[in-house]
Each structure stands twice: as C-alpha cells, then as structure tokens.
C-alpha cells in the first residue's frame, strides 16, 4: 500500500481536505473566514448573501452560527491568510512535481537517451549532481558519484516529499496558530479599547457635568445678587425721584395760589400773601434728593478659581506718586510731565516738558514706594512731545514733527516724516498691528502708517487736539476747543460724538482692555477740581472716576492695569481695588 502513496496524492488528499470551498466544493479563490473558523469563497458568500439582501445577518453554511457583517458587507471580512498560504505552497509543489514528472526515467516500453552520447540510454540516477546518467556518463564524468536505480531514486523523492509535505502542514499549523494568537490578540485589544474610552467618556461627562452644574449655580448666584442690587439700586432712584416730584408740586401748587391772591388785589389777603410767601422762601431753601456717587457704576470680574464677582464700587486708590527725578548730573529736579506710555513689562515712560525721556517708575515697585526715577539716555531726540509704545516693546516718539522709533534697548530704528507739507503732527497713537497713527491739528485729520512709516490712508479728524488713542480698528481722540470725545473708524466712519459736560476740556484719554474710555478734563492753571472720566465703549458717560487731580495731561493704562496720570509737577499711579 505505501508504494502507492505519492507525492501528488498527498497533495490532492490536501487539497480535498483543506483547501476547497464547501459551497462549491472547488479550491479556494479569495478564501474569507468567518468569526467561526470556517473559510469559504467571496464569491461564494456573495452569491449566499444575495438570498437574504435586506438583513445583515449571514448564517454560516456549515455550522449555521449568525455572522453580524460590518458596512462593507462581504468584502469586509477577514481575509484567510492561513488558506491562501497554504495554496500558494501546494500550487508550487504541484507545479516542482510537473517540473520532475517530464524528467523522470520512463517505463520499459520506451527509454530515453543520453543527450551528450546519443547512442546510449539513461540507465542510473547520480545522486550527487541529481541527473540521470548512461553508462559512458558514469566511467567519464561521474565515477566517484554515488549512483542510484532510478526506481530507487524515485522512491528516495517520494520520501523527501513525504517529509517536506510534513514540515510544510506543520509550518501551515503554526502559521494558523499565529493567526489565531493574533485575531484573539486583537479581539482583546478592540475590548479593552472600547472599555478605555467608556471610562474616559463616562468621567469627562461627570466632571463635567459636576463644572457645568457649579458654573450654573455660581452664575445663578451672581444674577440673583446682581438682579437684588440693581432692585435696590432702581427704589433708591425712584425714590428720589418721587420725593423730588412730590416737593416740586408742592411747590408749583404754592406758586399757582400766590399768584391767584395777587390778582385780586384786596388788602384783606396780604396777612395770607404773606404766609404763602414765606411758604414759598422756605421751598426755595430745599435741596433735590439725589442719587448718591456710584450708584449707577455695576461691573463684573473674571477670576480664574472661580466664574468671577461683582464690582459695586469703581473705585481707583493712589498707589504711586512721583514729583522728581535724578538726571544725568546726579541732580535732583521737578517733574514737568505732559505725556506717559507704558511698555509690557509696566516701566512707565514719561515726555517733560523740558524735553527729555525717562525711564519712571520700574515695573514691581510696592505702594509709596520712594524709589527716584532716572534719566533716560536716548540719543537722537531733539524736542519730543509726544510717545507710545507697541507691542514690540519699541518707543515711537513723536520728536518735533519727524516719528523715530527706537528699539527696546533705545537704540533709533528708523524714522519718517509724516503728513503733507504743512502738516504740524499733534499727537500719536499704536494698535495691535503696530499701525502708527498721528493726529494733524493744524489739518483737522489723521493719518495711518505700517510700522515702516509708509503711508496706508488719510481719515478726516475735525477738531482733533494733542491726544490720541486706538481700540481695535477704532480711533478715539479728545476736541479740546468744542469740548468733545469722537471715536471714528479706520475707515473714516463716526463711531460716536458726545459732549464732554464737565466745565473743562478734555484732554489725555487712553482706553482699557474692555474698550471702556477714559478721558482727563482740565479745568484751569493748578485748577484742584480737575478730573478723570469714565465712558463706556459705545461714549456713554458712567462716571468720574479720580477727583482732583490738578492740571492732568496725558494718561495711559499699563499692562498690569494701573491708570498713569501725568498731572501738574507729578506722575501719579492709580490702582483700581
């Protein structure tokens, strides 16, 4: 029985065995394996698939377990790499035994010749040189070569193969057991991903439904405590406004009986005439309720801990006040601001009006600090009036009628002339993009400029005075002569024009991070009433904000958020609490 057994029979038992389909009963083409183990033909499972299109169940043909397909169907099963390696291993054996059957010895009946000496027949098998062999063959080339019948060599292939054909199902075994190892590997992994992501989706939404909840009540509390004051707040109003309505009828009511008397001219009234006279002196005697100071200012604080609170009070308390300076002699002398600017590390510049810079108040410096300011060396400047910083940290100083920009380090840039011929540049401003803006009295306009000082338009400014100062893509300036604050746009629309109602002139103004505007009016030479205003973003007016602040000229915000006042022999450094 065993010399029946051949290489091609094992392989067709192979074949049968493991590689044909069980619908076809054909070998594999494009093997798919199911999540039960069984591979069948795609198109086979195609055409299966065909019978039931409306569901995405597939029931195996073999064991009949449901097999739940993904979107893509059949294609998107898993490919049957274990299968197909295995045809590609048994097609290459079949196509090395082909090879081998077309060279082997040929039966009795027909023997083949040696094709180097023609006229002898191929009788043995050179097992060195694996070449069948004549006898002229074996006393020439091939006398020390261990030779072999040819049936013997035919058996000892056999056997090669037999043992071939084992190490091959064993290397199919355990390809088959890697894959496996894998696919459960995998399995695991998808699992423990899935679980992963649940845990992490399922914390993330409580905490933050836990923010979200105390953001809802924190806010709910600050609406509730905002809404109660604002109650408290509108009564108090009212209330004043009714007493001053009541009072005033009174009053009215008064008026209208004493002139009724006086029309009828008998002497017998003057005793009441009089009586009412006096009643009417005593009204001229009484004050209006009025509204107390601050009772309309409400604003709200952001805080990083916590959503933020209410501010009741816009409140701003002297931090800093600085009345001299040491210059380059060690002397100490007056100060005589007109202009401060801040840089982002909150050093403070102020223009004298002597015409000098100075490095003021270093950054960090505590309440009533004595610290004396110094002299600032920057050479090329020949009659500055004016100056700002940008977000580079560069001085731009407005110095008679050229702008100069100077490095960090106050070391002069570059510089350009602005405006046409004429023009007498008052005052100027920096925004976010470090645009240099200059602001024209003479003209009544302003002109926008790149950083290099090329010129990017010309806006109408009618009435523009000596200060000047950006929020976003808005220009605000002060009209010192018809006492108004103007805001217009970059492209030249007005924002807003109101009158500045406080017996002054307005002249500093600079704006804060929210665009709220404040304004320094001037009232007189070492006036004590002079103020500091404050305006919404939109020009509506909330409130005054610094009393007596003598003489105040130019004004700006530091970074930190402290109002810099240059004011009459003094810099002045306001915190807001």
Same mark, same amino acid.
């Given at each position: 029985?065993?010399?029946?057994?051949?290489?091609?029979?094992?392989?067709?038992?192979?074949?049968?065995?493991?590689?044909?389909?069980?619908?076809?009963?054909?070998?594999?083409?494009?093997?798919?394996?199911?999540?039960?183990?069984?591979?069948?033909?795609?198109?086979?499972?195609?055409?299966?698939?065909?019978?039931?299109?409306?569901?995405?169940? !597939?029931?195996?043909?073999?064991?009949?377990?449901?097999?739940?397909?993904?979107?893509?169907?059949?294609?998107?099963?898993?490919?049957?790499?274990?299968?197909?390696? !295995?045809?590609?291993?048994?097609?290459?054996?079949?196509?090395?035994?082909?090879?081998?059957?077309?060279?082997?010895?040929?039966?009795?009946?027909?023997?083949?010749?040696?094709?180097?000496?023609?006229?002898?027949?191929?009788?043995? +098998?050179?097992?060195?040189?694996?070449?069948?062999?004549?006898?002229?063959?074996?006393?020439?080339?091939?006398?020390?070569?261990?030779?072999?019948?040819?049936?013997?060599?035919?058996?000892?292939?056999?056997?090669?193969?037999?043992?071939?054909?084992?190490?091959?199902?064993?290397?199919?075994?355990?390809?088959?057991?890697?894959?496996?190892?894998?696919?459960?590997?995998?399995?695991?992994?998808?699992?423990?991903?899935?679980?992963?992501?649940?845990?992490?989706?399922?914390?993330?939404?409580?905490?933050?439904?836990?923010?979200?909840?105390?953001?809802?009540?924190?806010?709910?509390?600050?609406?509730?405590?905002?809404?109660?004051? +604002?109650?408290?707040?509108?009564?108090?109003?009212?209330?004043?406004?009714?007493? %001053?309505?009541?009072?005033?009828?009174?009053?009215?009511?008064?008026?209208?009986?004493?002139?009724?008397?006086?029309?009828?001219?008998?002497?017998?009234?003057?005793?009441?005439?009089?009586?009412?006279?006096?009643?009417?002196?005593?009204?001229?005697?009484?004050?209006?309720?009025?509204?107390?100071?601050?009772?309309?200012?409400?604003?709200?604080?952001?805080?990083?801990?916590?959503?933020?609170?209410?501010?009741?009070?816009?409140?701003?308390?002297?931090?800093?006040?600085?009345?001299?300076?040491? %210059?380059?002699?060690?002397?100490?002398?007056?100060?005589?601001?007109?202009?401060?600017?801040?840089?982002?590390?909150?050093?403070?510049?102020?223009?004298?009006?002597?015409?000098?810079?100075?490095?003021?108040?270093?950054? &960090?410096?505590?309440?009533?600090?004595?610290?004396?300011?110094?002299?600032?060396?920057?050479?090329?400047?020949?009659?500055?009036?004016?100056?700002?910083?940008?977000?580079?940290?560069?001085?731009?100083?407005?110095?008679?009628?050229?702008?100069?920009?100077?490095? &960090?380090?106050?070391?002069?840039?570059?510089?350009?002339?602005?405006?046409?011929?004429?023009?007498?540049?008052?005052?100027?401003?920096?925004?976010?993009?470090?645009?240099?803006?200059?602001?024209?009295? %003479?003209?009544?306009?302003?002109?926008?400029?790149?950083?290099?000082?090329?010129?990017?338009?010309?806006?109408?400014?009618?009435?523009?005075?000596? +200060?000047?100062?950006?929020?976003?893509?808005?220009?605000? +300036?002060?009209?010192?002569?018809?006492?108004?604050?103007?805001?217009?746009?970059?492209?030249?629309?007005?924002?807003?024009?109101?009158?500045?109602?406080?017996?002054?002139?307005?002249?500093?103004?600079?704006?804060?991070?929210?665009?709220?505007?404040?304004?320094?009016?001037?009232?007189?030479?070492?006036?004590?009433?002079?103020?500091?205003?404050?305006?919404?973003?939109?020009?509506?007016?909330?409130?005054?904000?610094?009393?007596?602040?003598?003489?105040?000229?130019?004004?700006?915000?530091?970074?930190?958020?402290?109002?810099?006042?240059?004011?009459?022999?003094?810099?002045?450094?306001?915190?807001?609490?």
């Amino acid at each position: 029985m065993a010399s029946n057994i051949t290489a091609q029979s094992m392989l067709e038992e192979i074949s049968q065995g493991h590689l044909e389909c069980p619908i076809c009963s054909e070998r594999f083409k494009q093997p798919k394996l199911l999540e039960c183990s069984h591979s069948f033909c795609l198109q086979c499972l195609q055409n299966l698939k065909e019978k039931t299109p409306s569901t995405a169940i !597939l029931s195996c043909p073999v064991c009949r377990q449901d097999i739940l397909l993904e979107e893509n169907g059949i294609e998107g099963l898993k490919t049957d790499f274990k299968t197909v390696t !295995l045809l590609e291993v048994i097609i290459a054996q079949e196509k090395r035994l082909k090879c081998q059957e077309e060279k082997q010895v040929p039966s009795e009946e027909h023997v083949s010749k040696c094709s180097k000496h023609t006229d002898k027949d191929l009788i043995m +098998y050179c097992d060195r040189c694996n070449i069948l062999i004549c006898t002229t063959c074996i006393a020439k080339d091939h006398r020390l070569h261990p030779a072999l019948e040819p049936t013997e060599a035919l058996d000892k292939s056999k056997h090669h193969a037999e043992e071939l054909l084992s190490k091959v199902r064993q290397c199919i075994e355990t390809f088959n057991s890697a894959i496996q190892e894998i696919d459960m590997s995998r399995k695991t992994l998808d699992s423990m991903f899935a679980a992963t992501k649940e845990k992490i989706s399922k914390k993330a939404d409580k905490e933050i439904a836990m923010e979200v909840e105390r953001f809802i009540e924190e806010k709910q509390k600050l609406m509730d405590e905002a809404e109660q004051i +604002y109650q408290d707040r509108v009564k108090t109003m009212e209330t004043a406004r009714a007493t %001053n309505c009541k009072e005033m009828t009174k009053a009215e009511h008064k008026q209208d009986e004493v002139n009724h008397l006086m029309d009828q001219g008998s002497c017998e009234i003057v005793q009441l005439i009089e009586k009412l006279l006096q009643d009417l002196e005593d009204y001229t005697k009484m004050k209006p309720s009025k509204v107390p100071d601050g009772l309309t200012y409400m604003n709200f604080k952001e805080d990083q801990k916590s959503l933020g609170r209410l501010v009741l009070q816009n409140k701003w308390t002297l931090k800093i006040e600085m009345k001299t300076y040491m %210059n380059k002699a060690q002397q100490i002398n007056r100060i005589f601001p007109k202009d401060v600017s801040a840089n982002s590390n909150s050093d403070i510049f102020v223009s004298n009006f002597d015409n000098a810079c100075w490095i003021l108040i270093p950054a &960090g410096s505590k309440p009533k600090s004595t610290v004396m300011p110094q002299t600032l060396s920057v050479e090329g400047l020949i009659k500055p009036r004016k100056m700002t910083v940008n977000n580079k940290d560069e001085l731009i100083v407005l110095d008679n009628q050229t702008v100069k920009i100077f490095s &960090g380090k106050y070391q002069l840039l570059h510089q350009f002339t602005p405006g046409q011929s004429g023009s007498k540049p008052s005052c100027i401003a920096v925004d976010d993009n470090n645009l240099i803006v200059v602001g024209y009295k %003479n003209m009544n306009e302003i002109s926008i400029h790149k950083p290099d000082g090329s010129l990017t338009t010309t806006i109408p400014a009618p009435g523009i005075g000596g +200060y000047l100062t950006t929020y976003k893509q808005r220009l605000i +300036y002060t009209n010192y002569k018809d006492k108004k604050l103007v805001s217009v746009g970059y492209n030249g629309d007005f924002v807003f024009s109101v009158d500045i109602n406080q017996s002054g002139r307005p002249c500093g103004v600079c704006c804060d991070t929210d665009g709220c505007v404040y304004i320094a009016v001037w009232k007189g030479l070492e006036s004590s009433t002079d103020n500091i205003h404050h305006y919404s973003p939109d020009g509506k007016y909330i409130g005054c904000i610094i009393k007596e602040c003598v003489d105040p000229c130019g004004i700006t915000f530091t970074p930190a958020g402290d109002l810099v006042v240059a004011a009459y022999k003094t810099v002045q450094i306001y915190h807001h609490e």
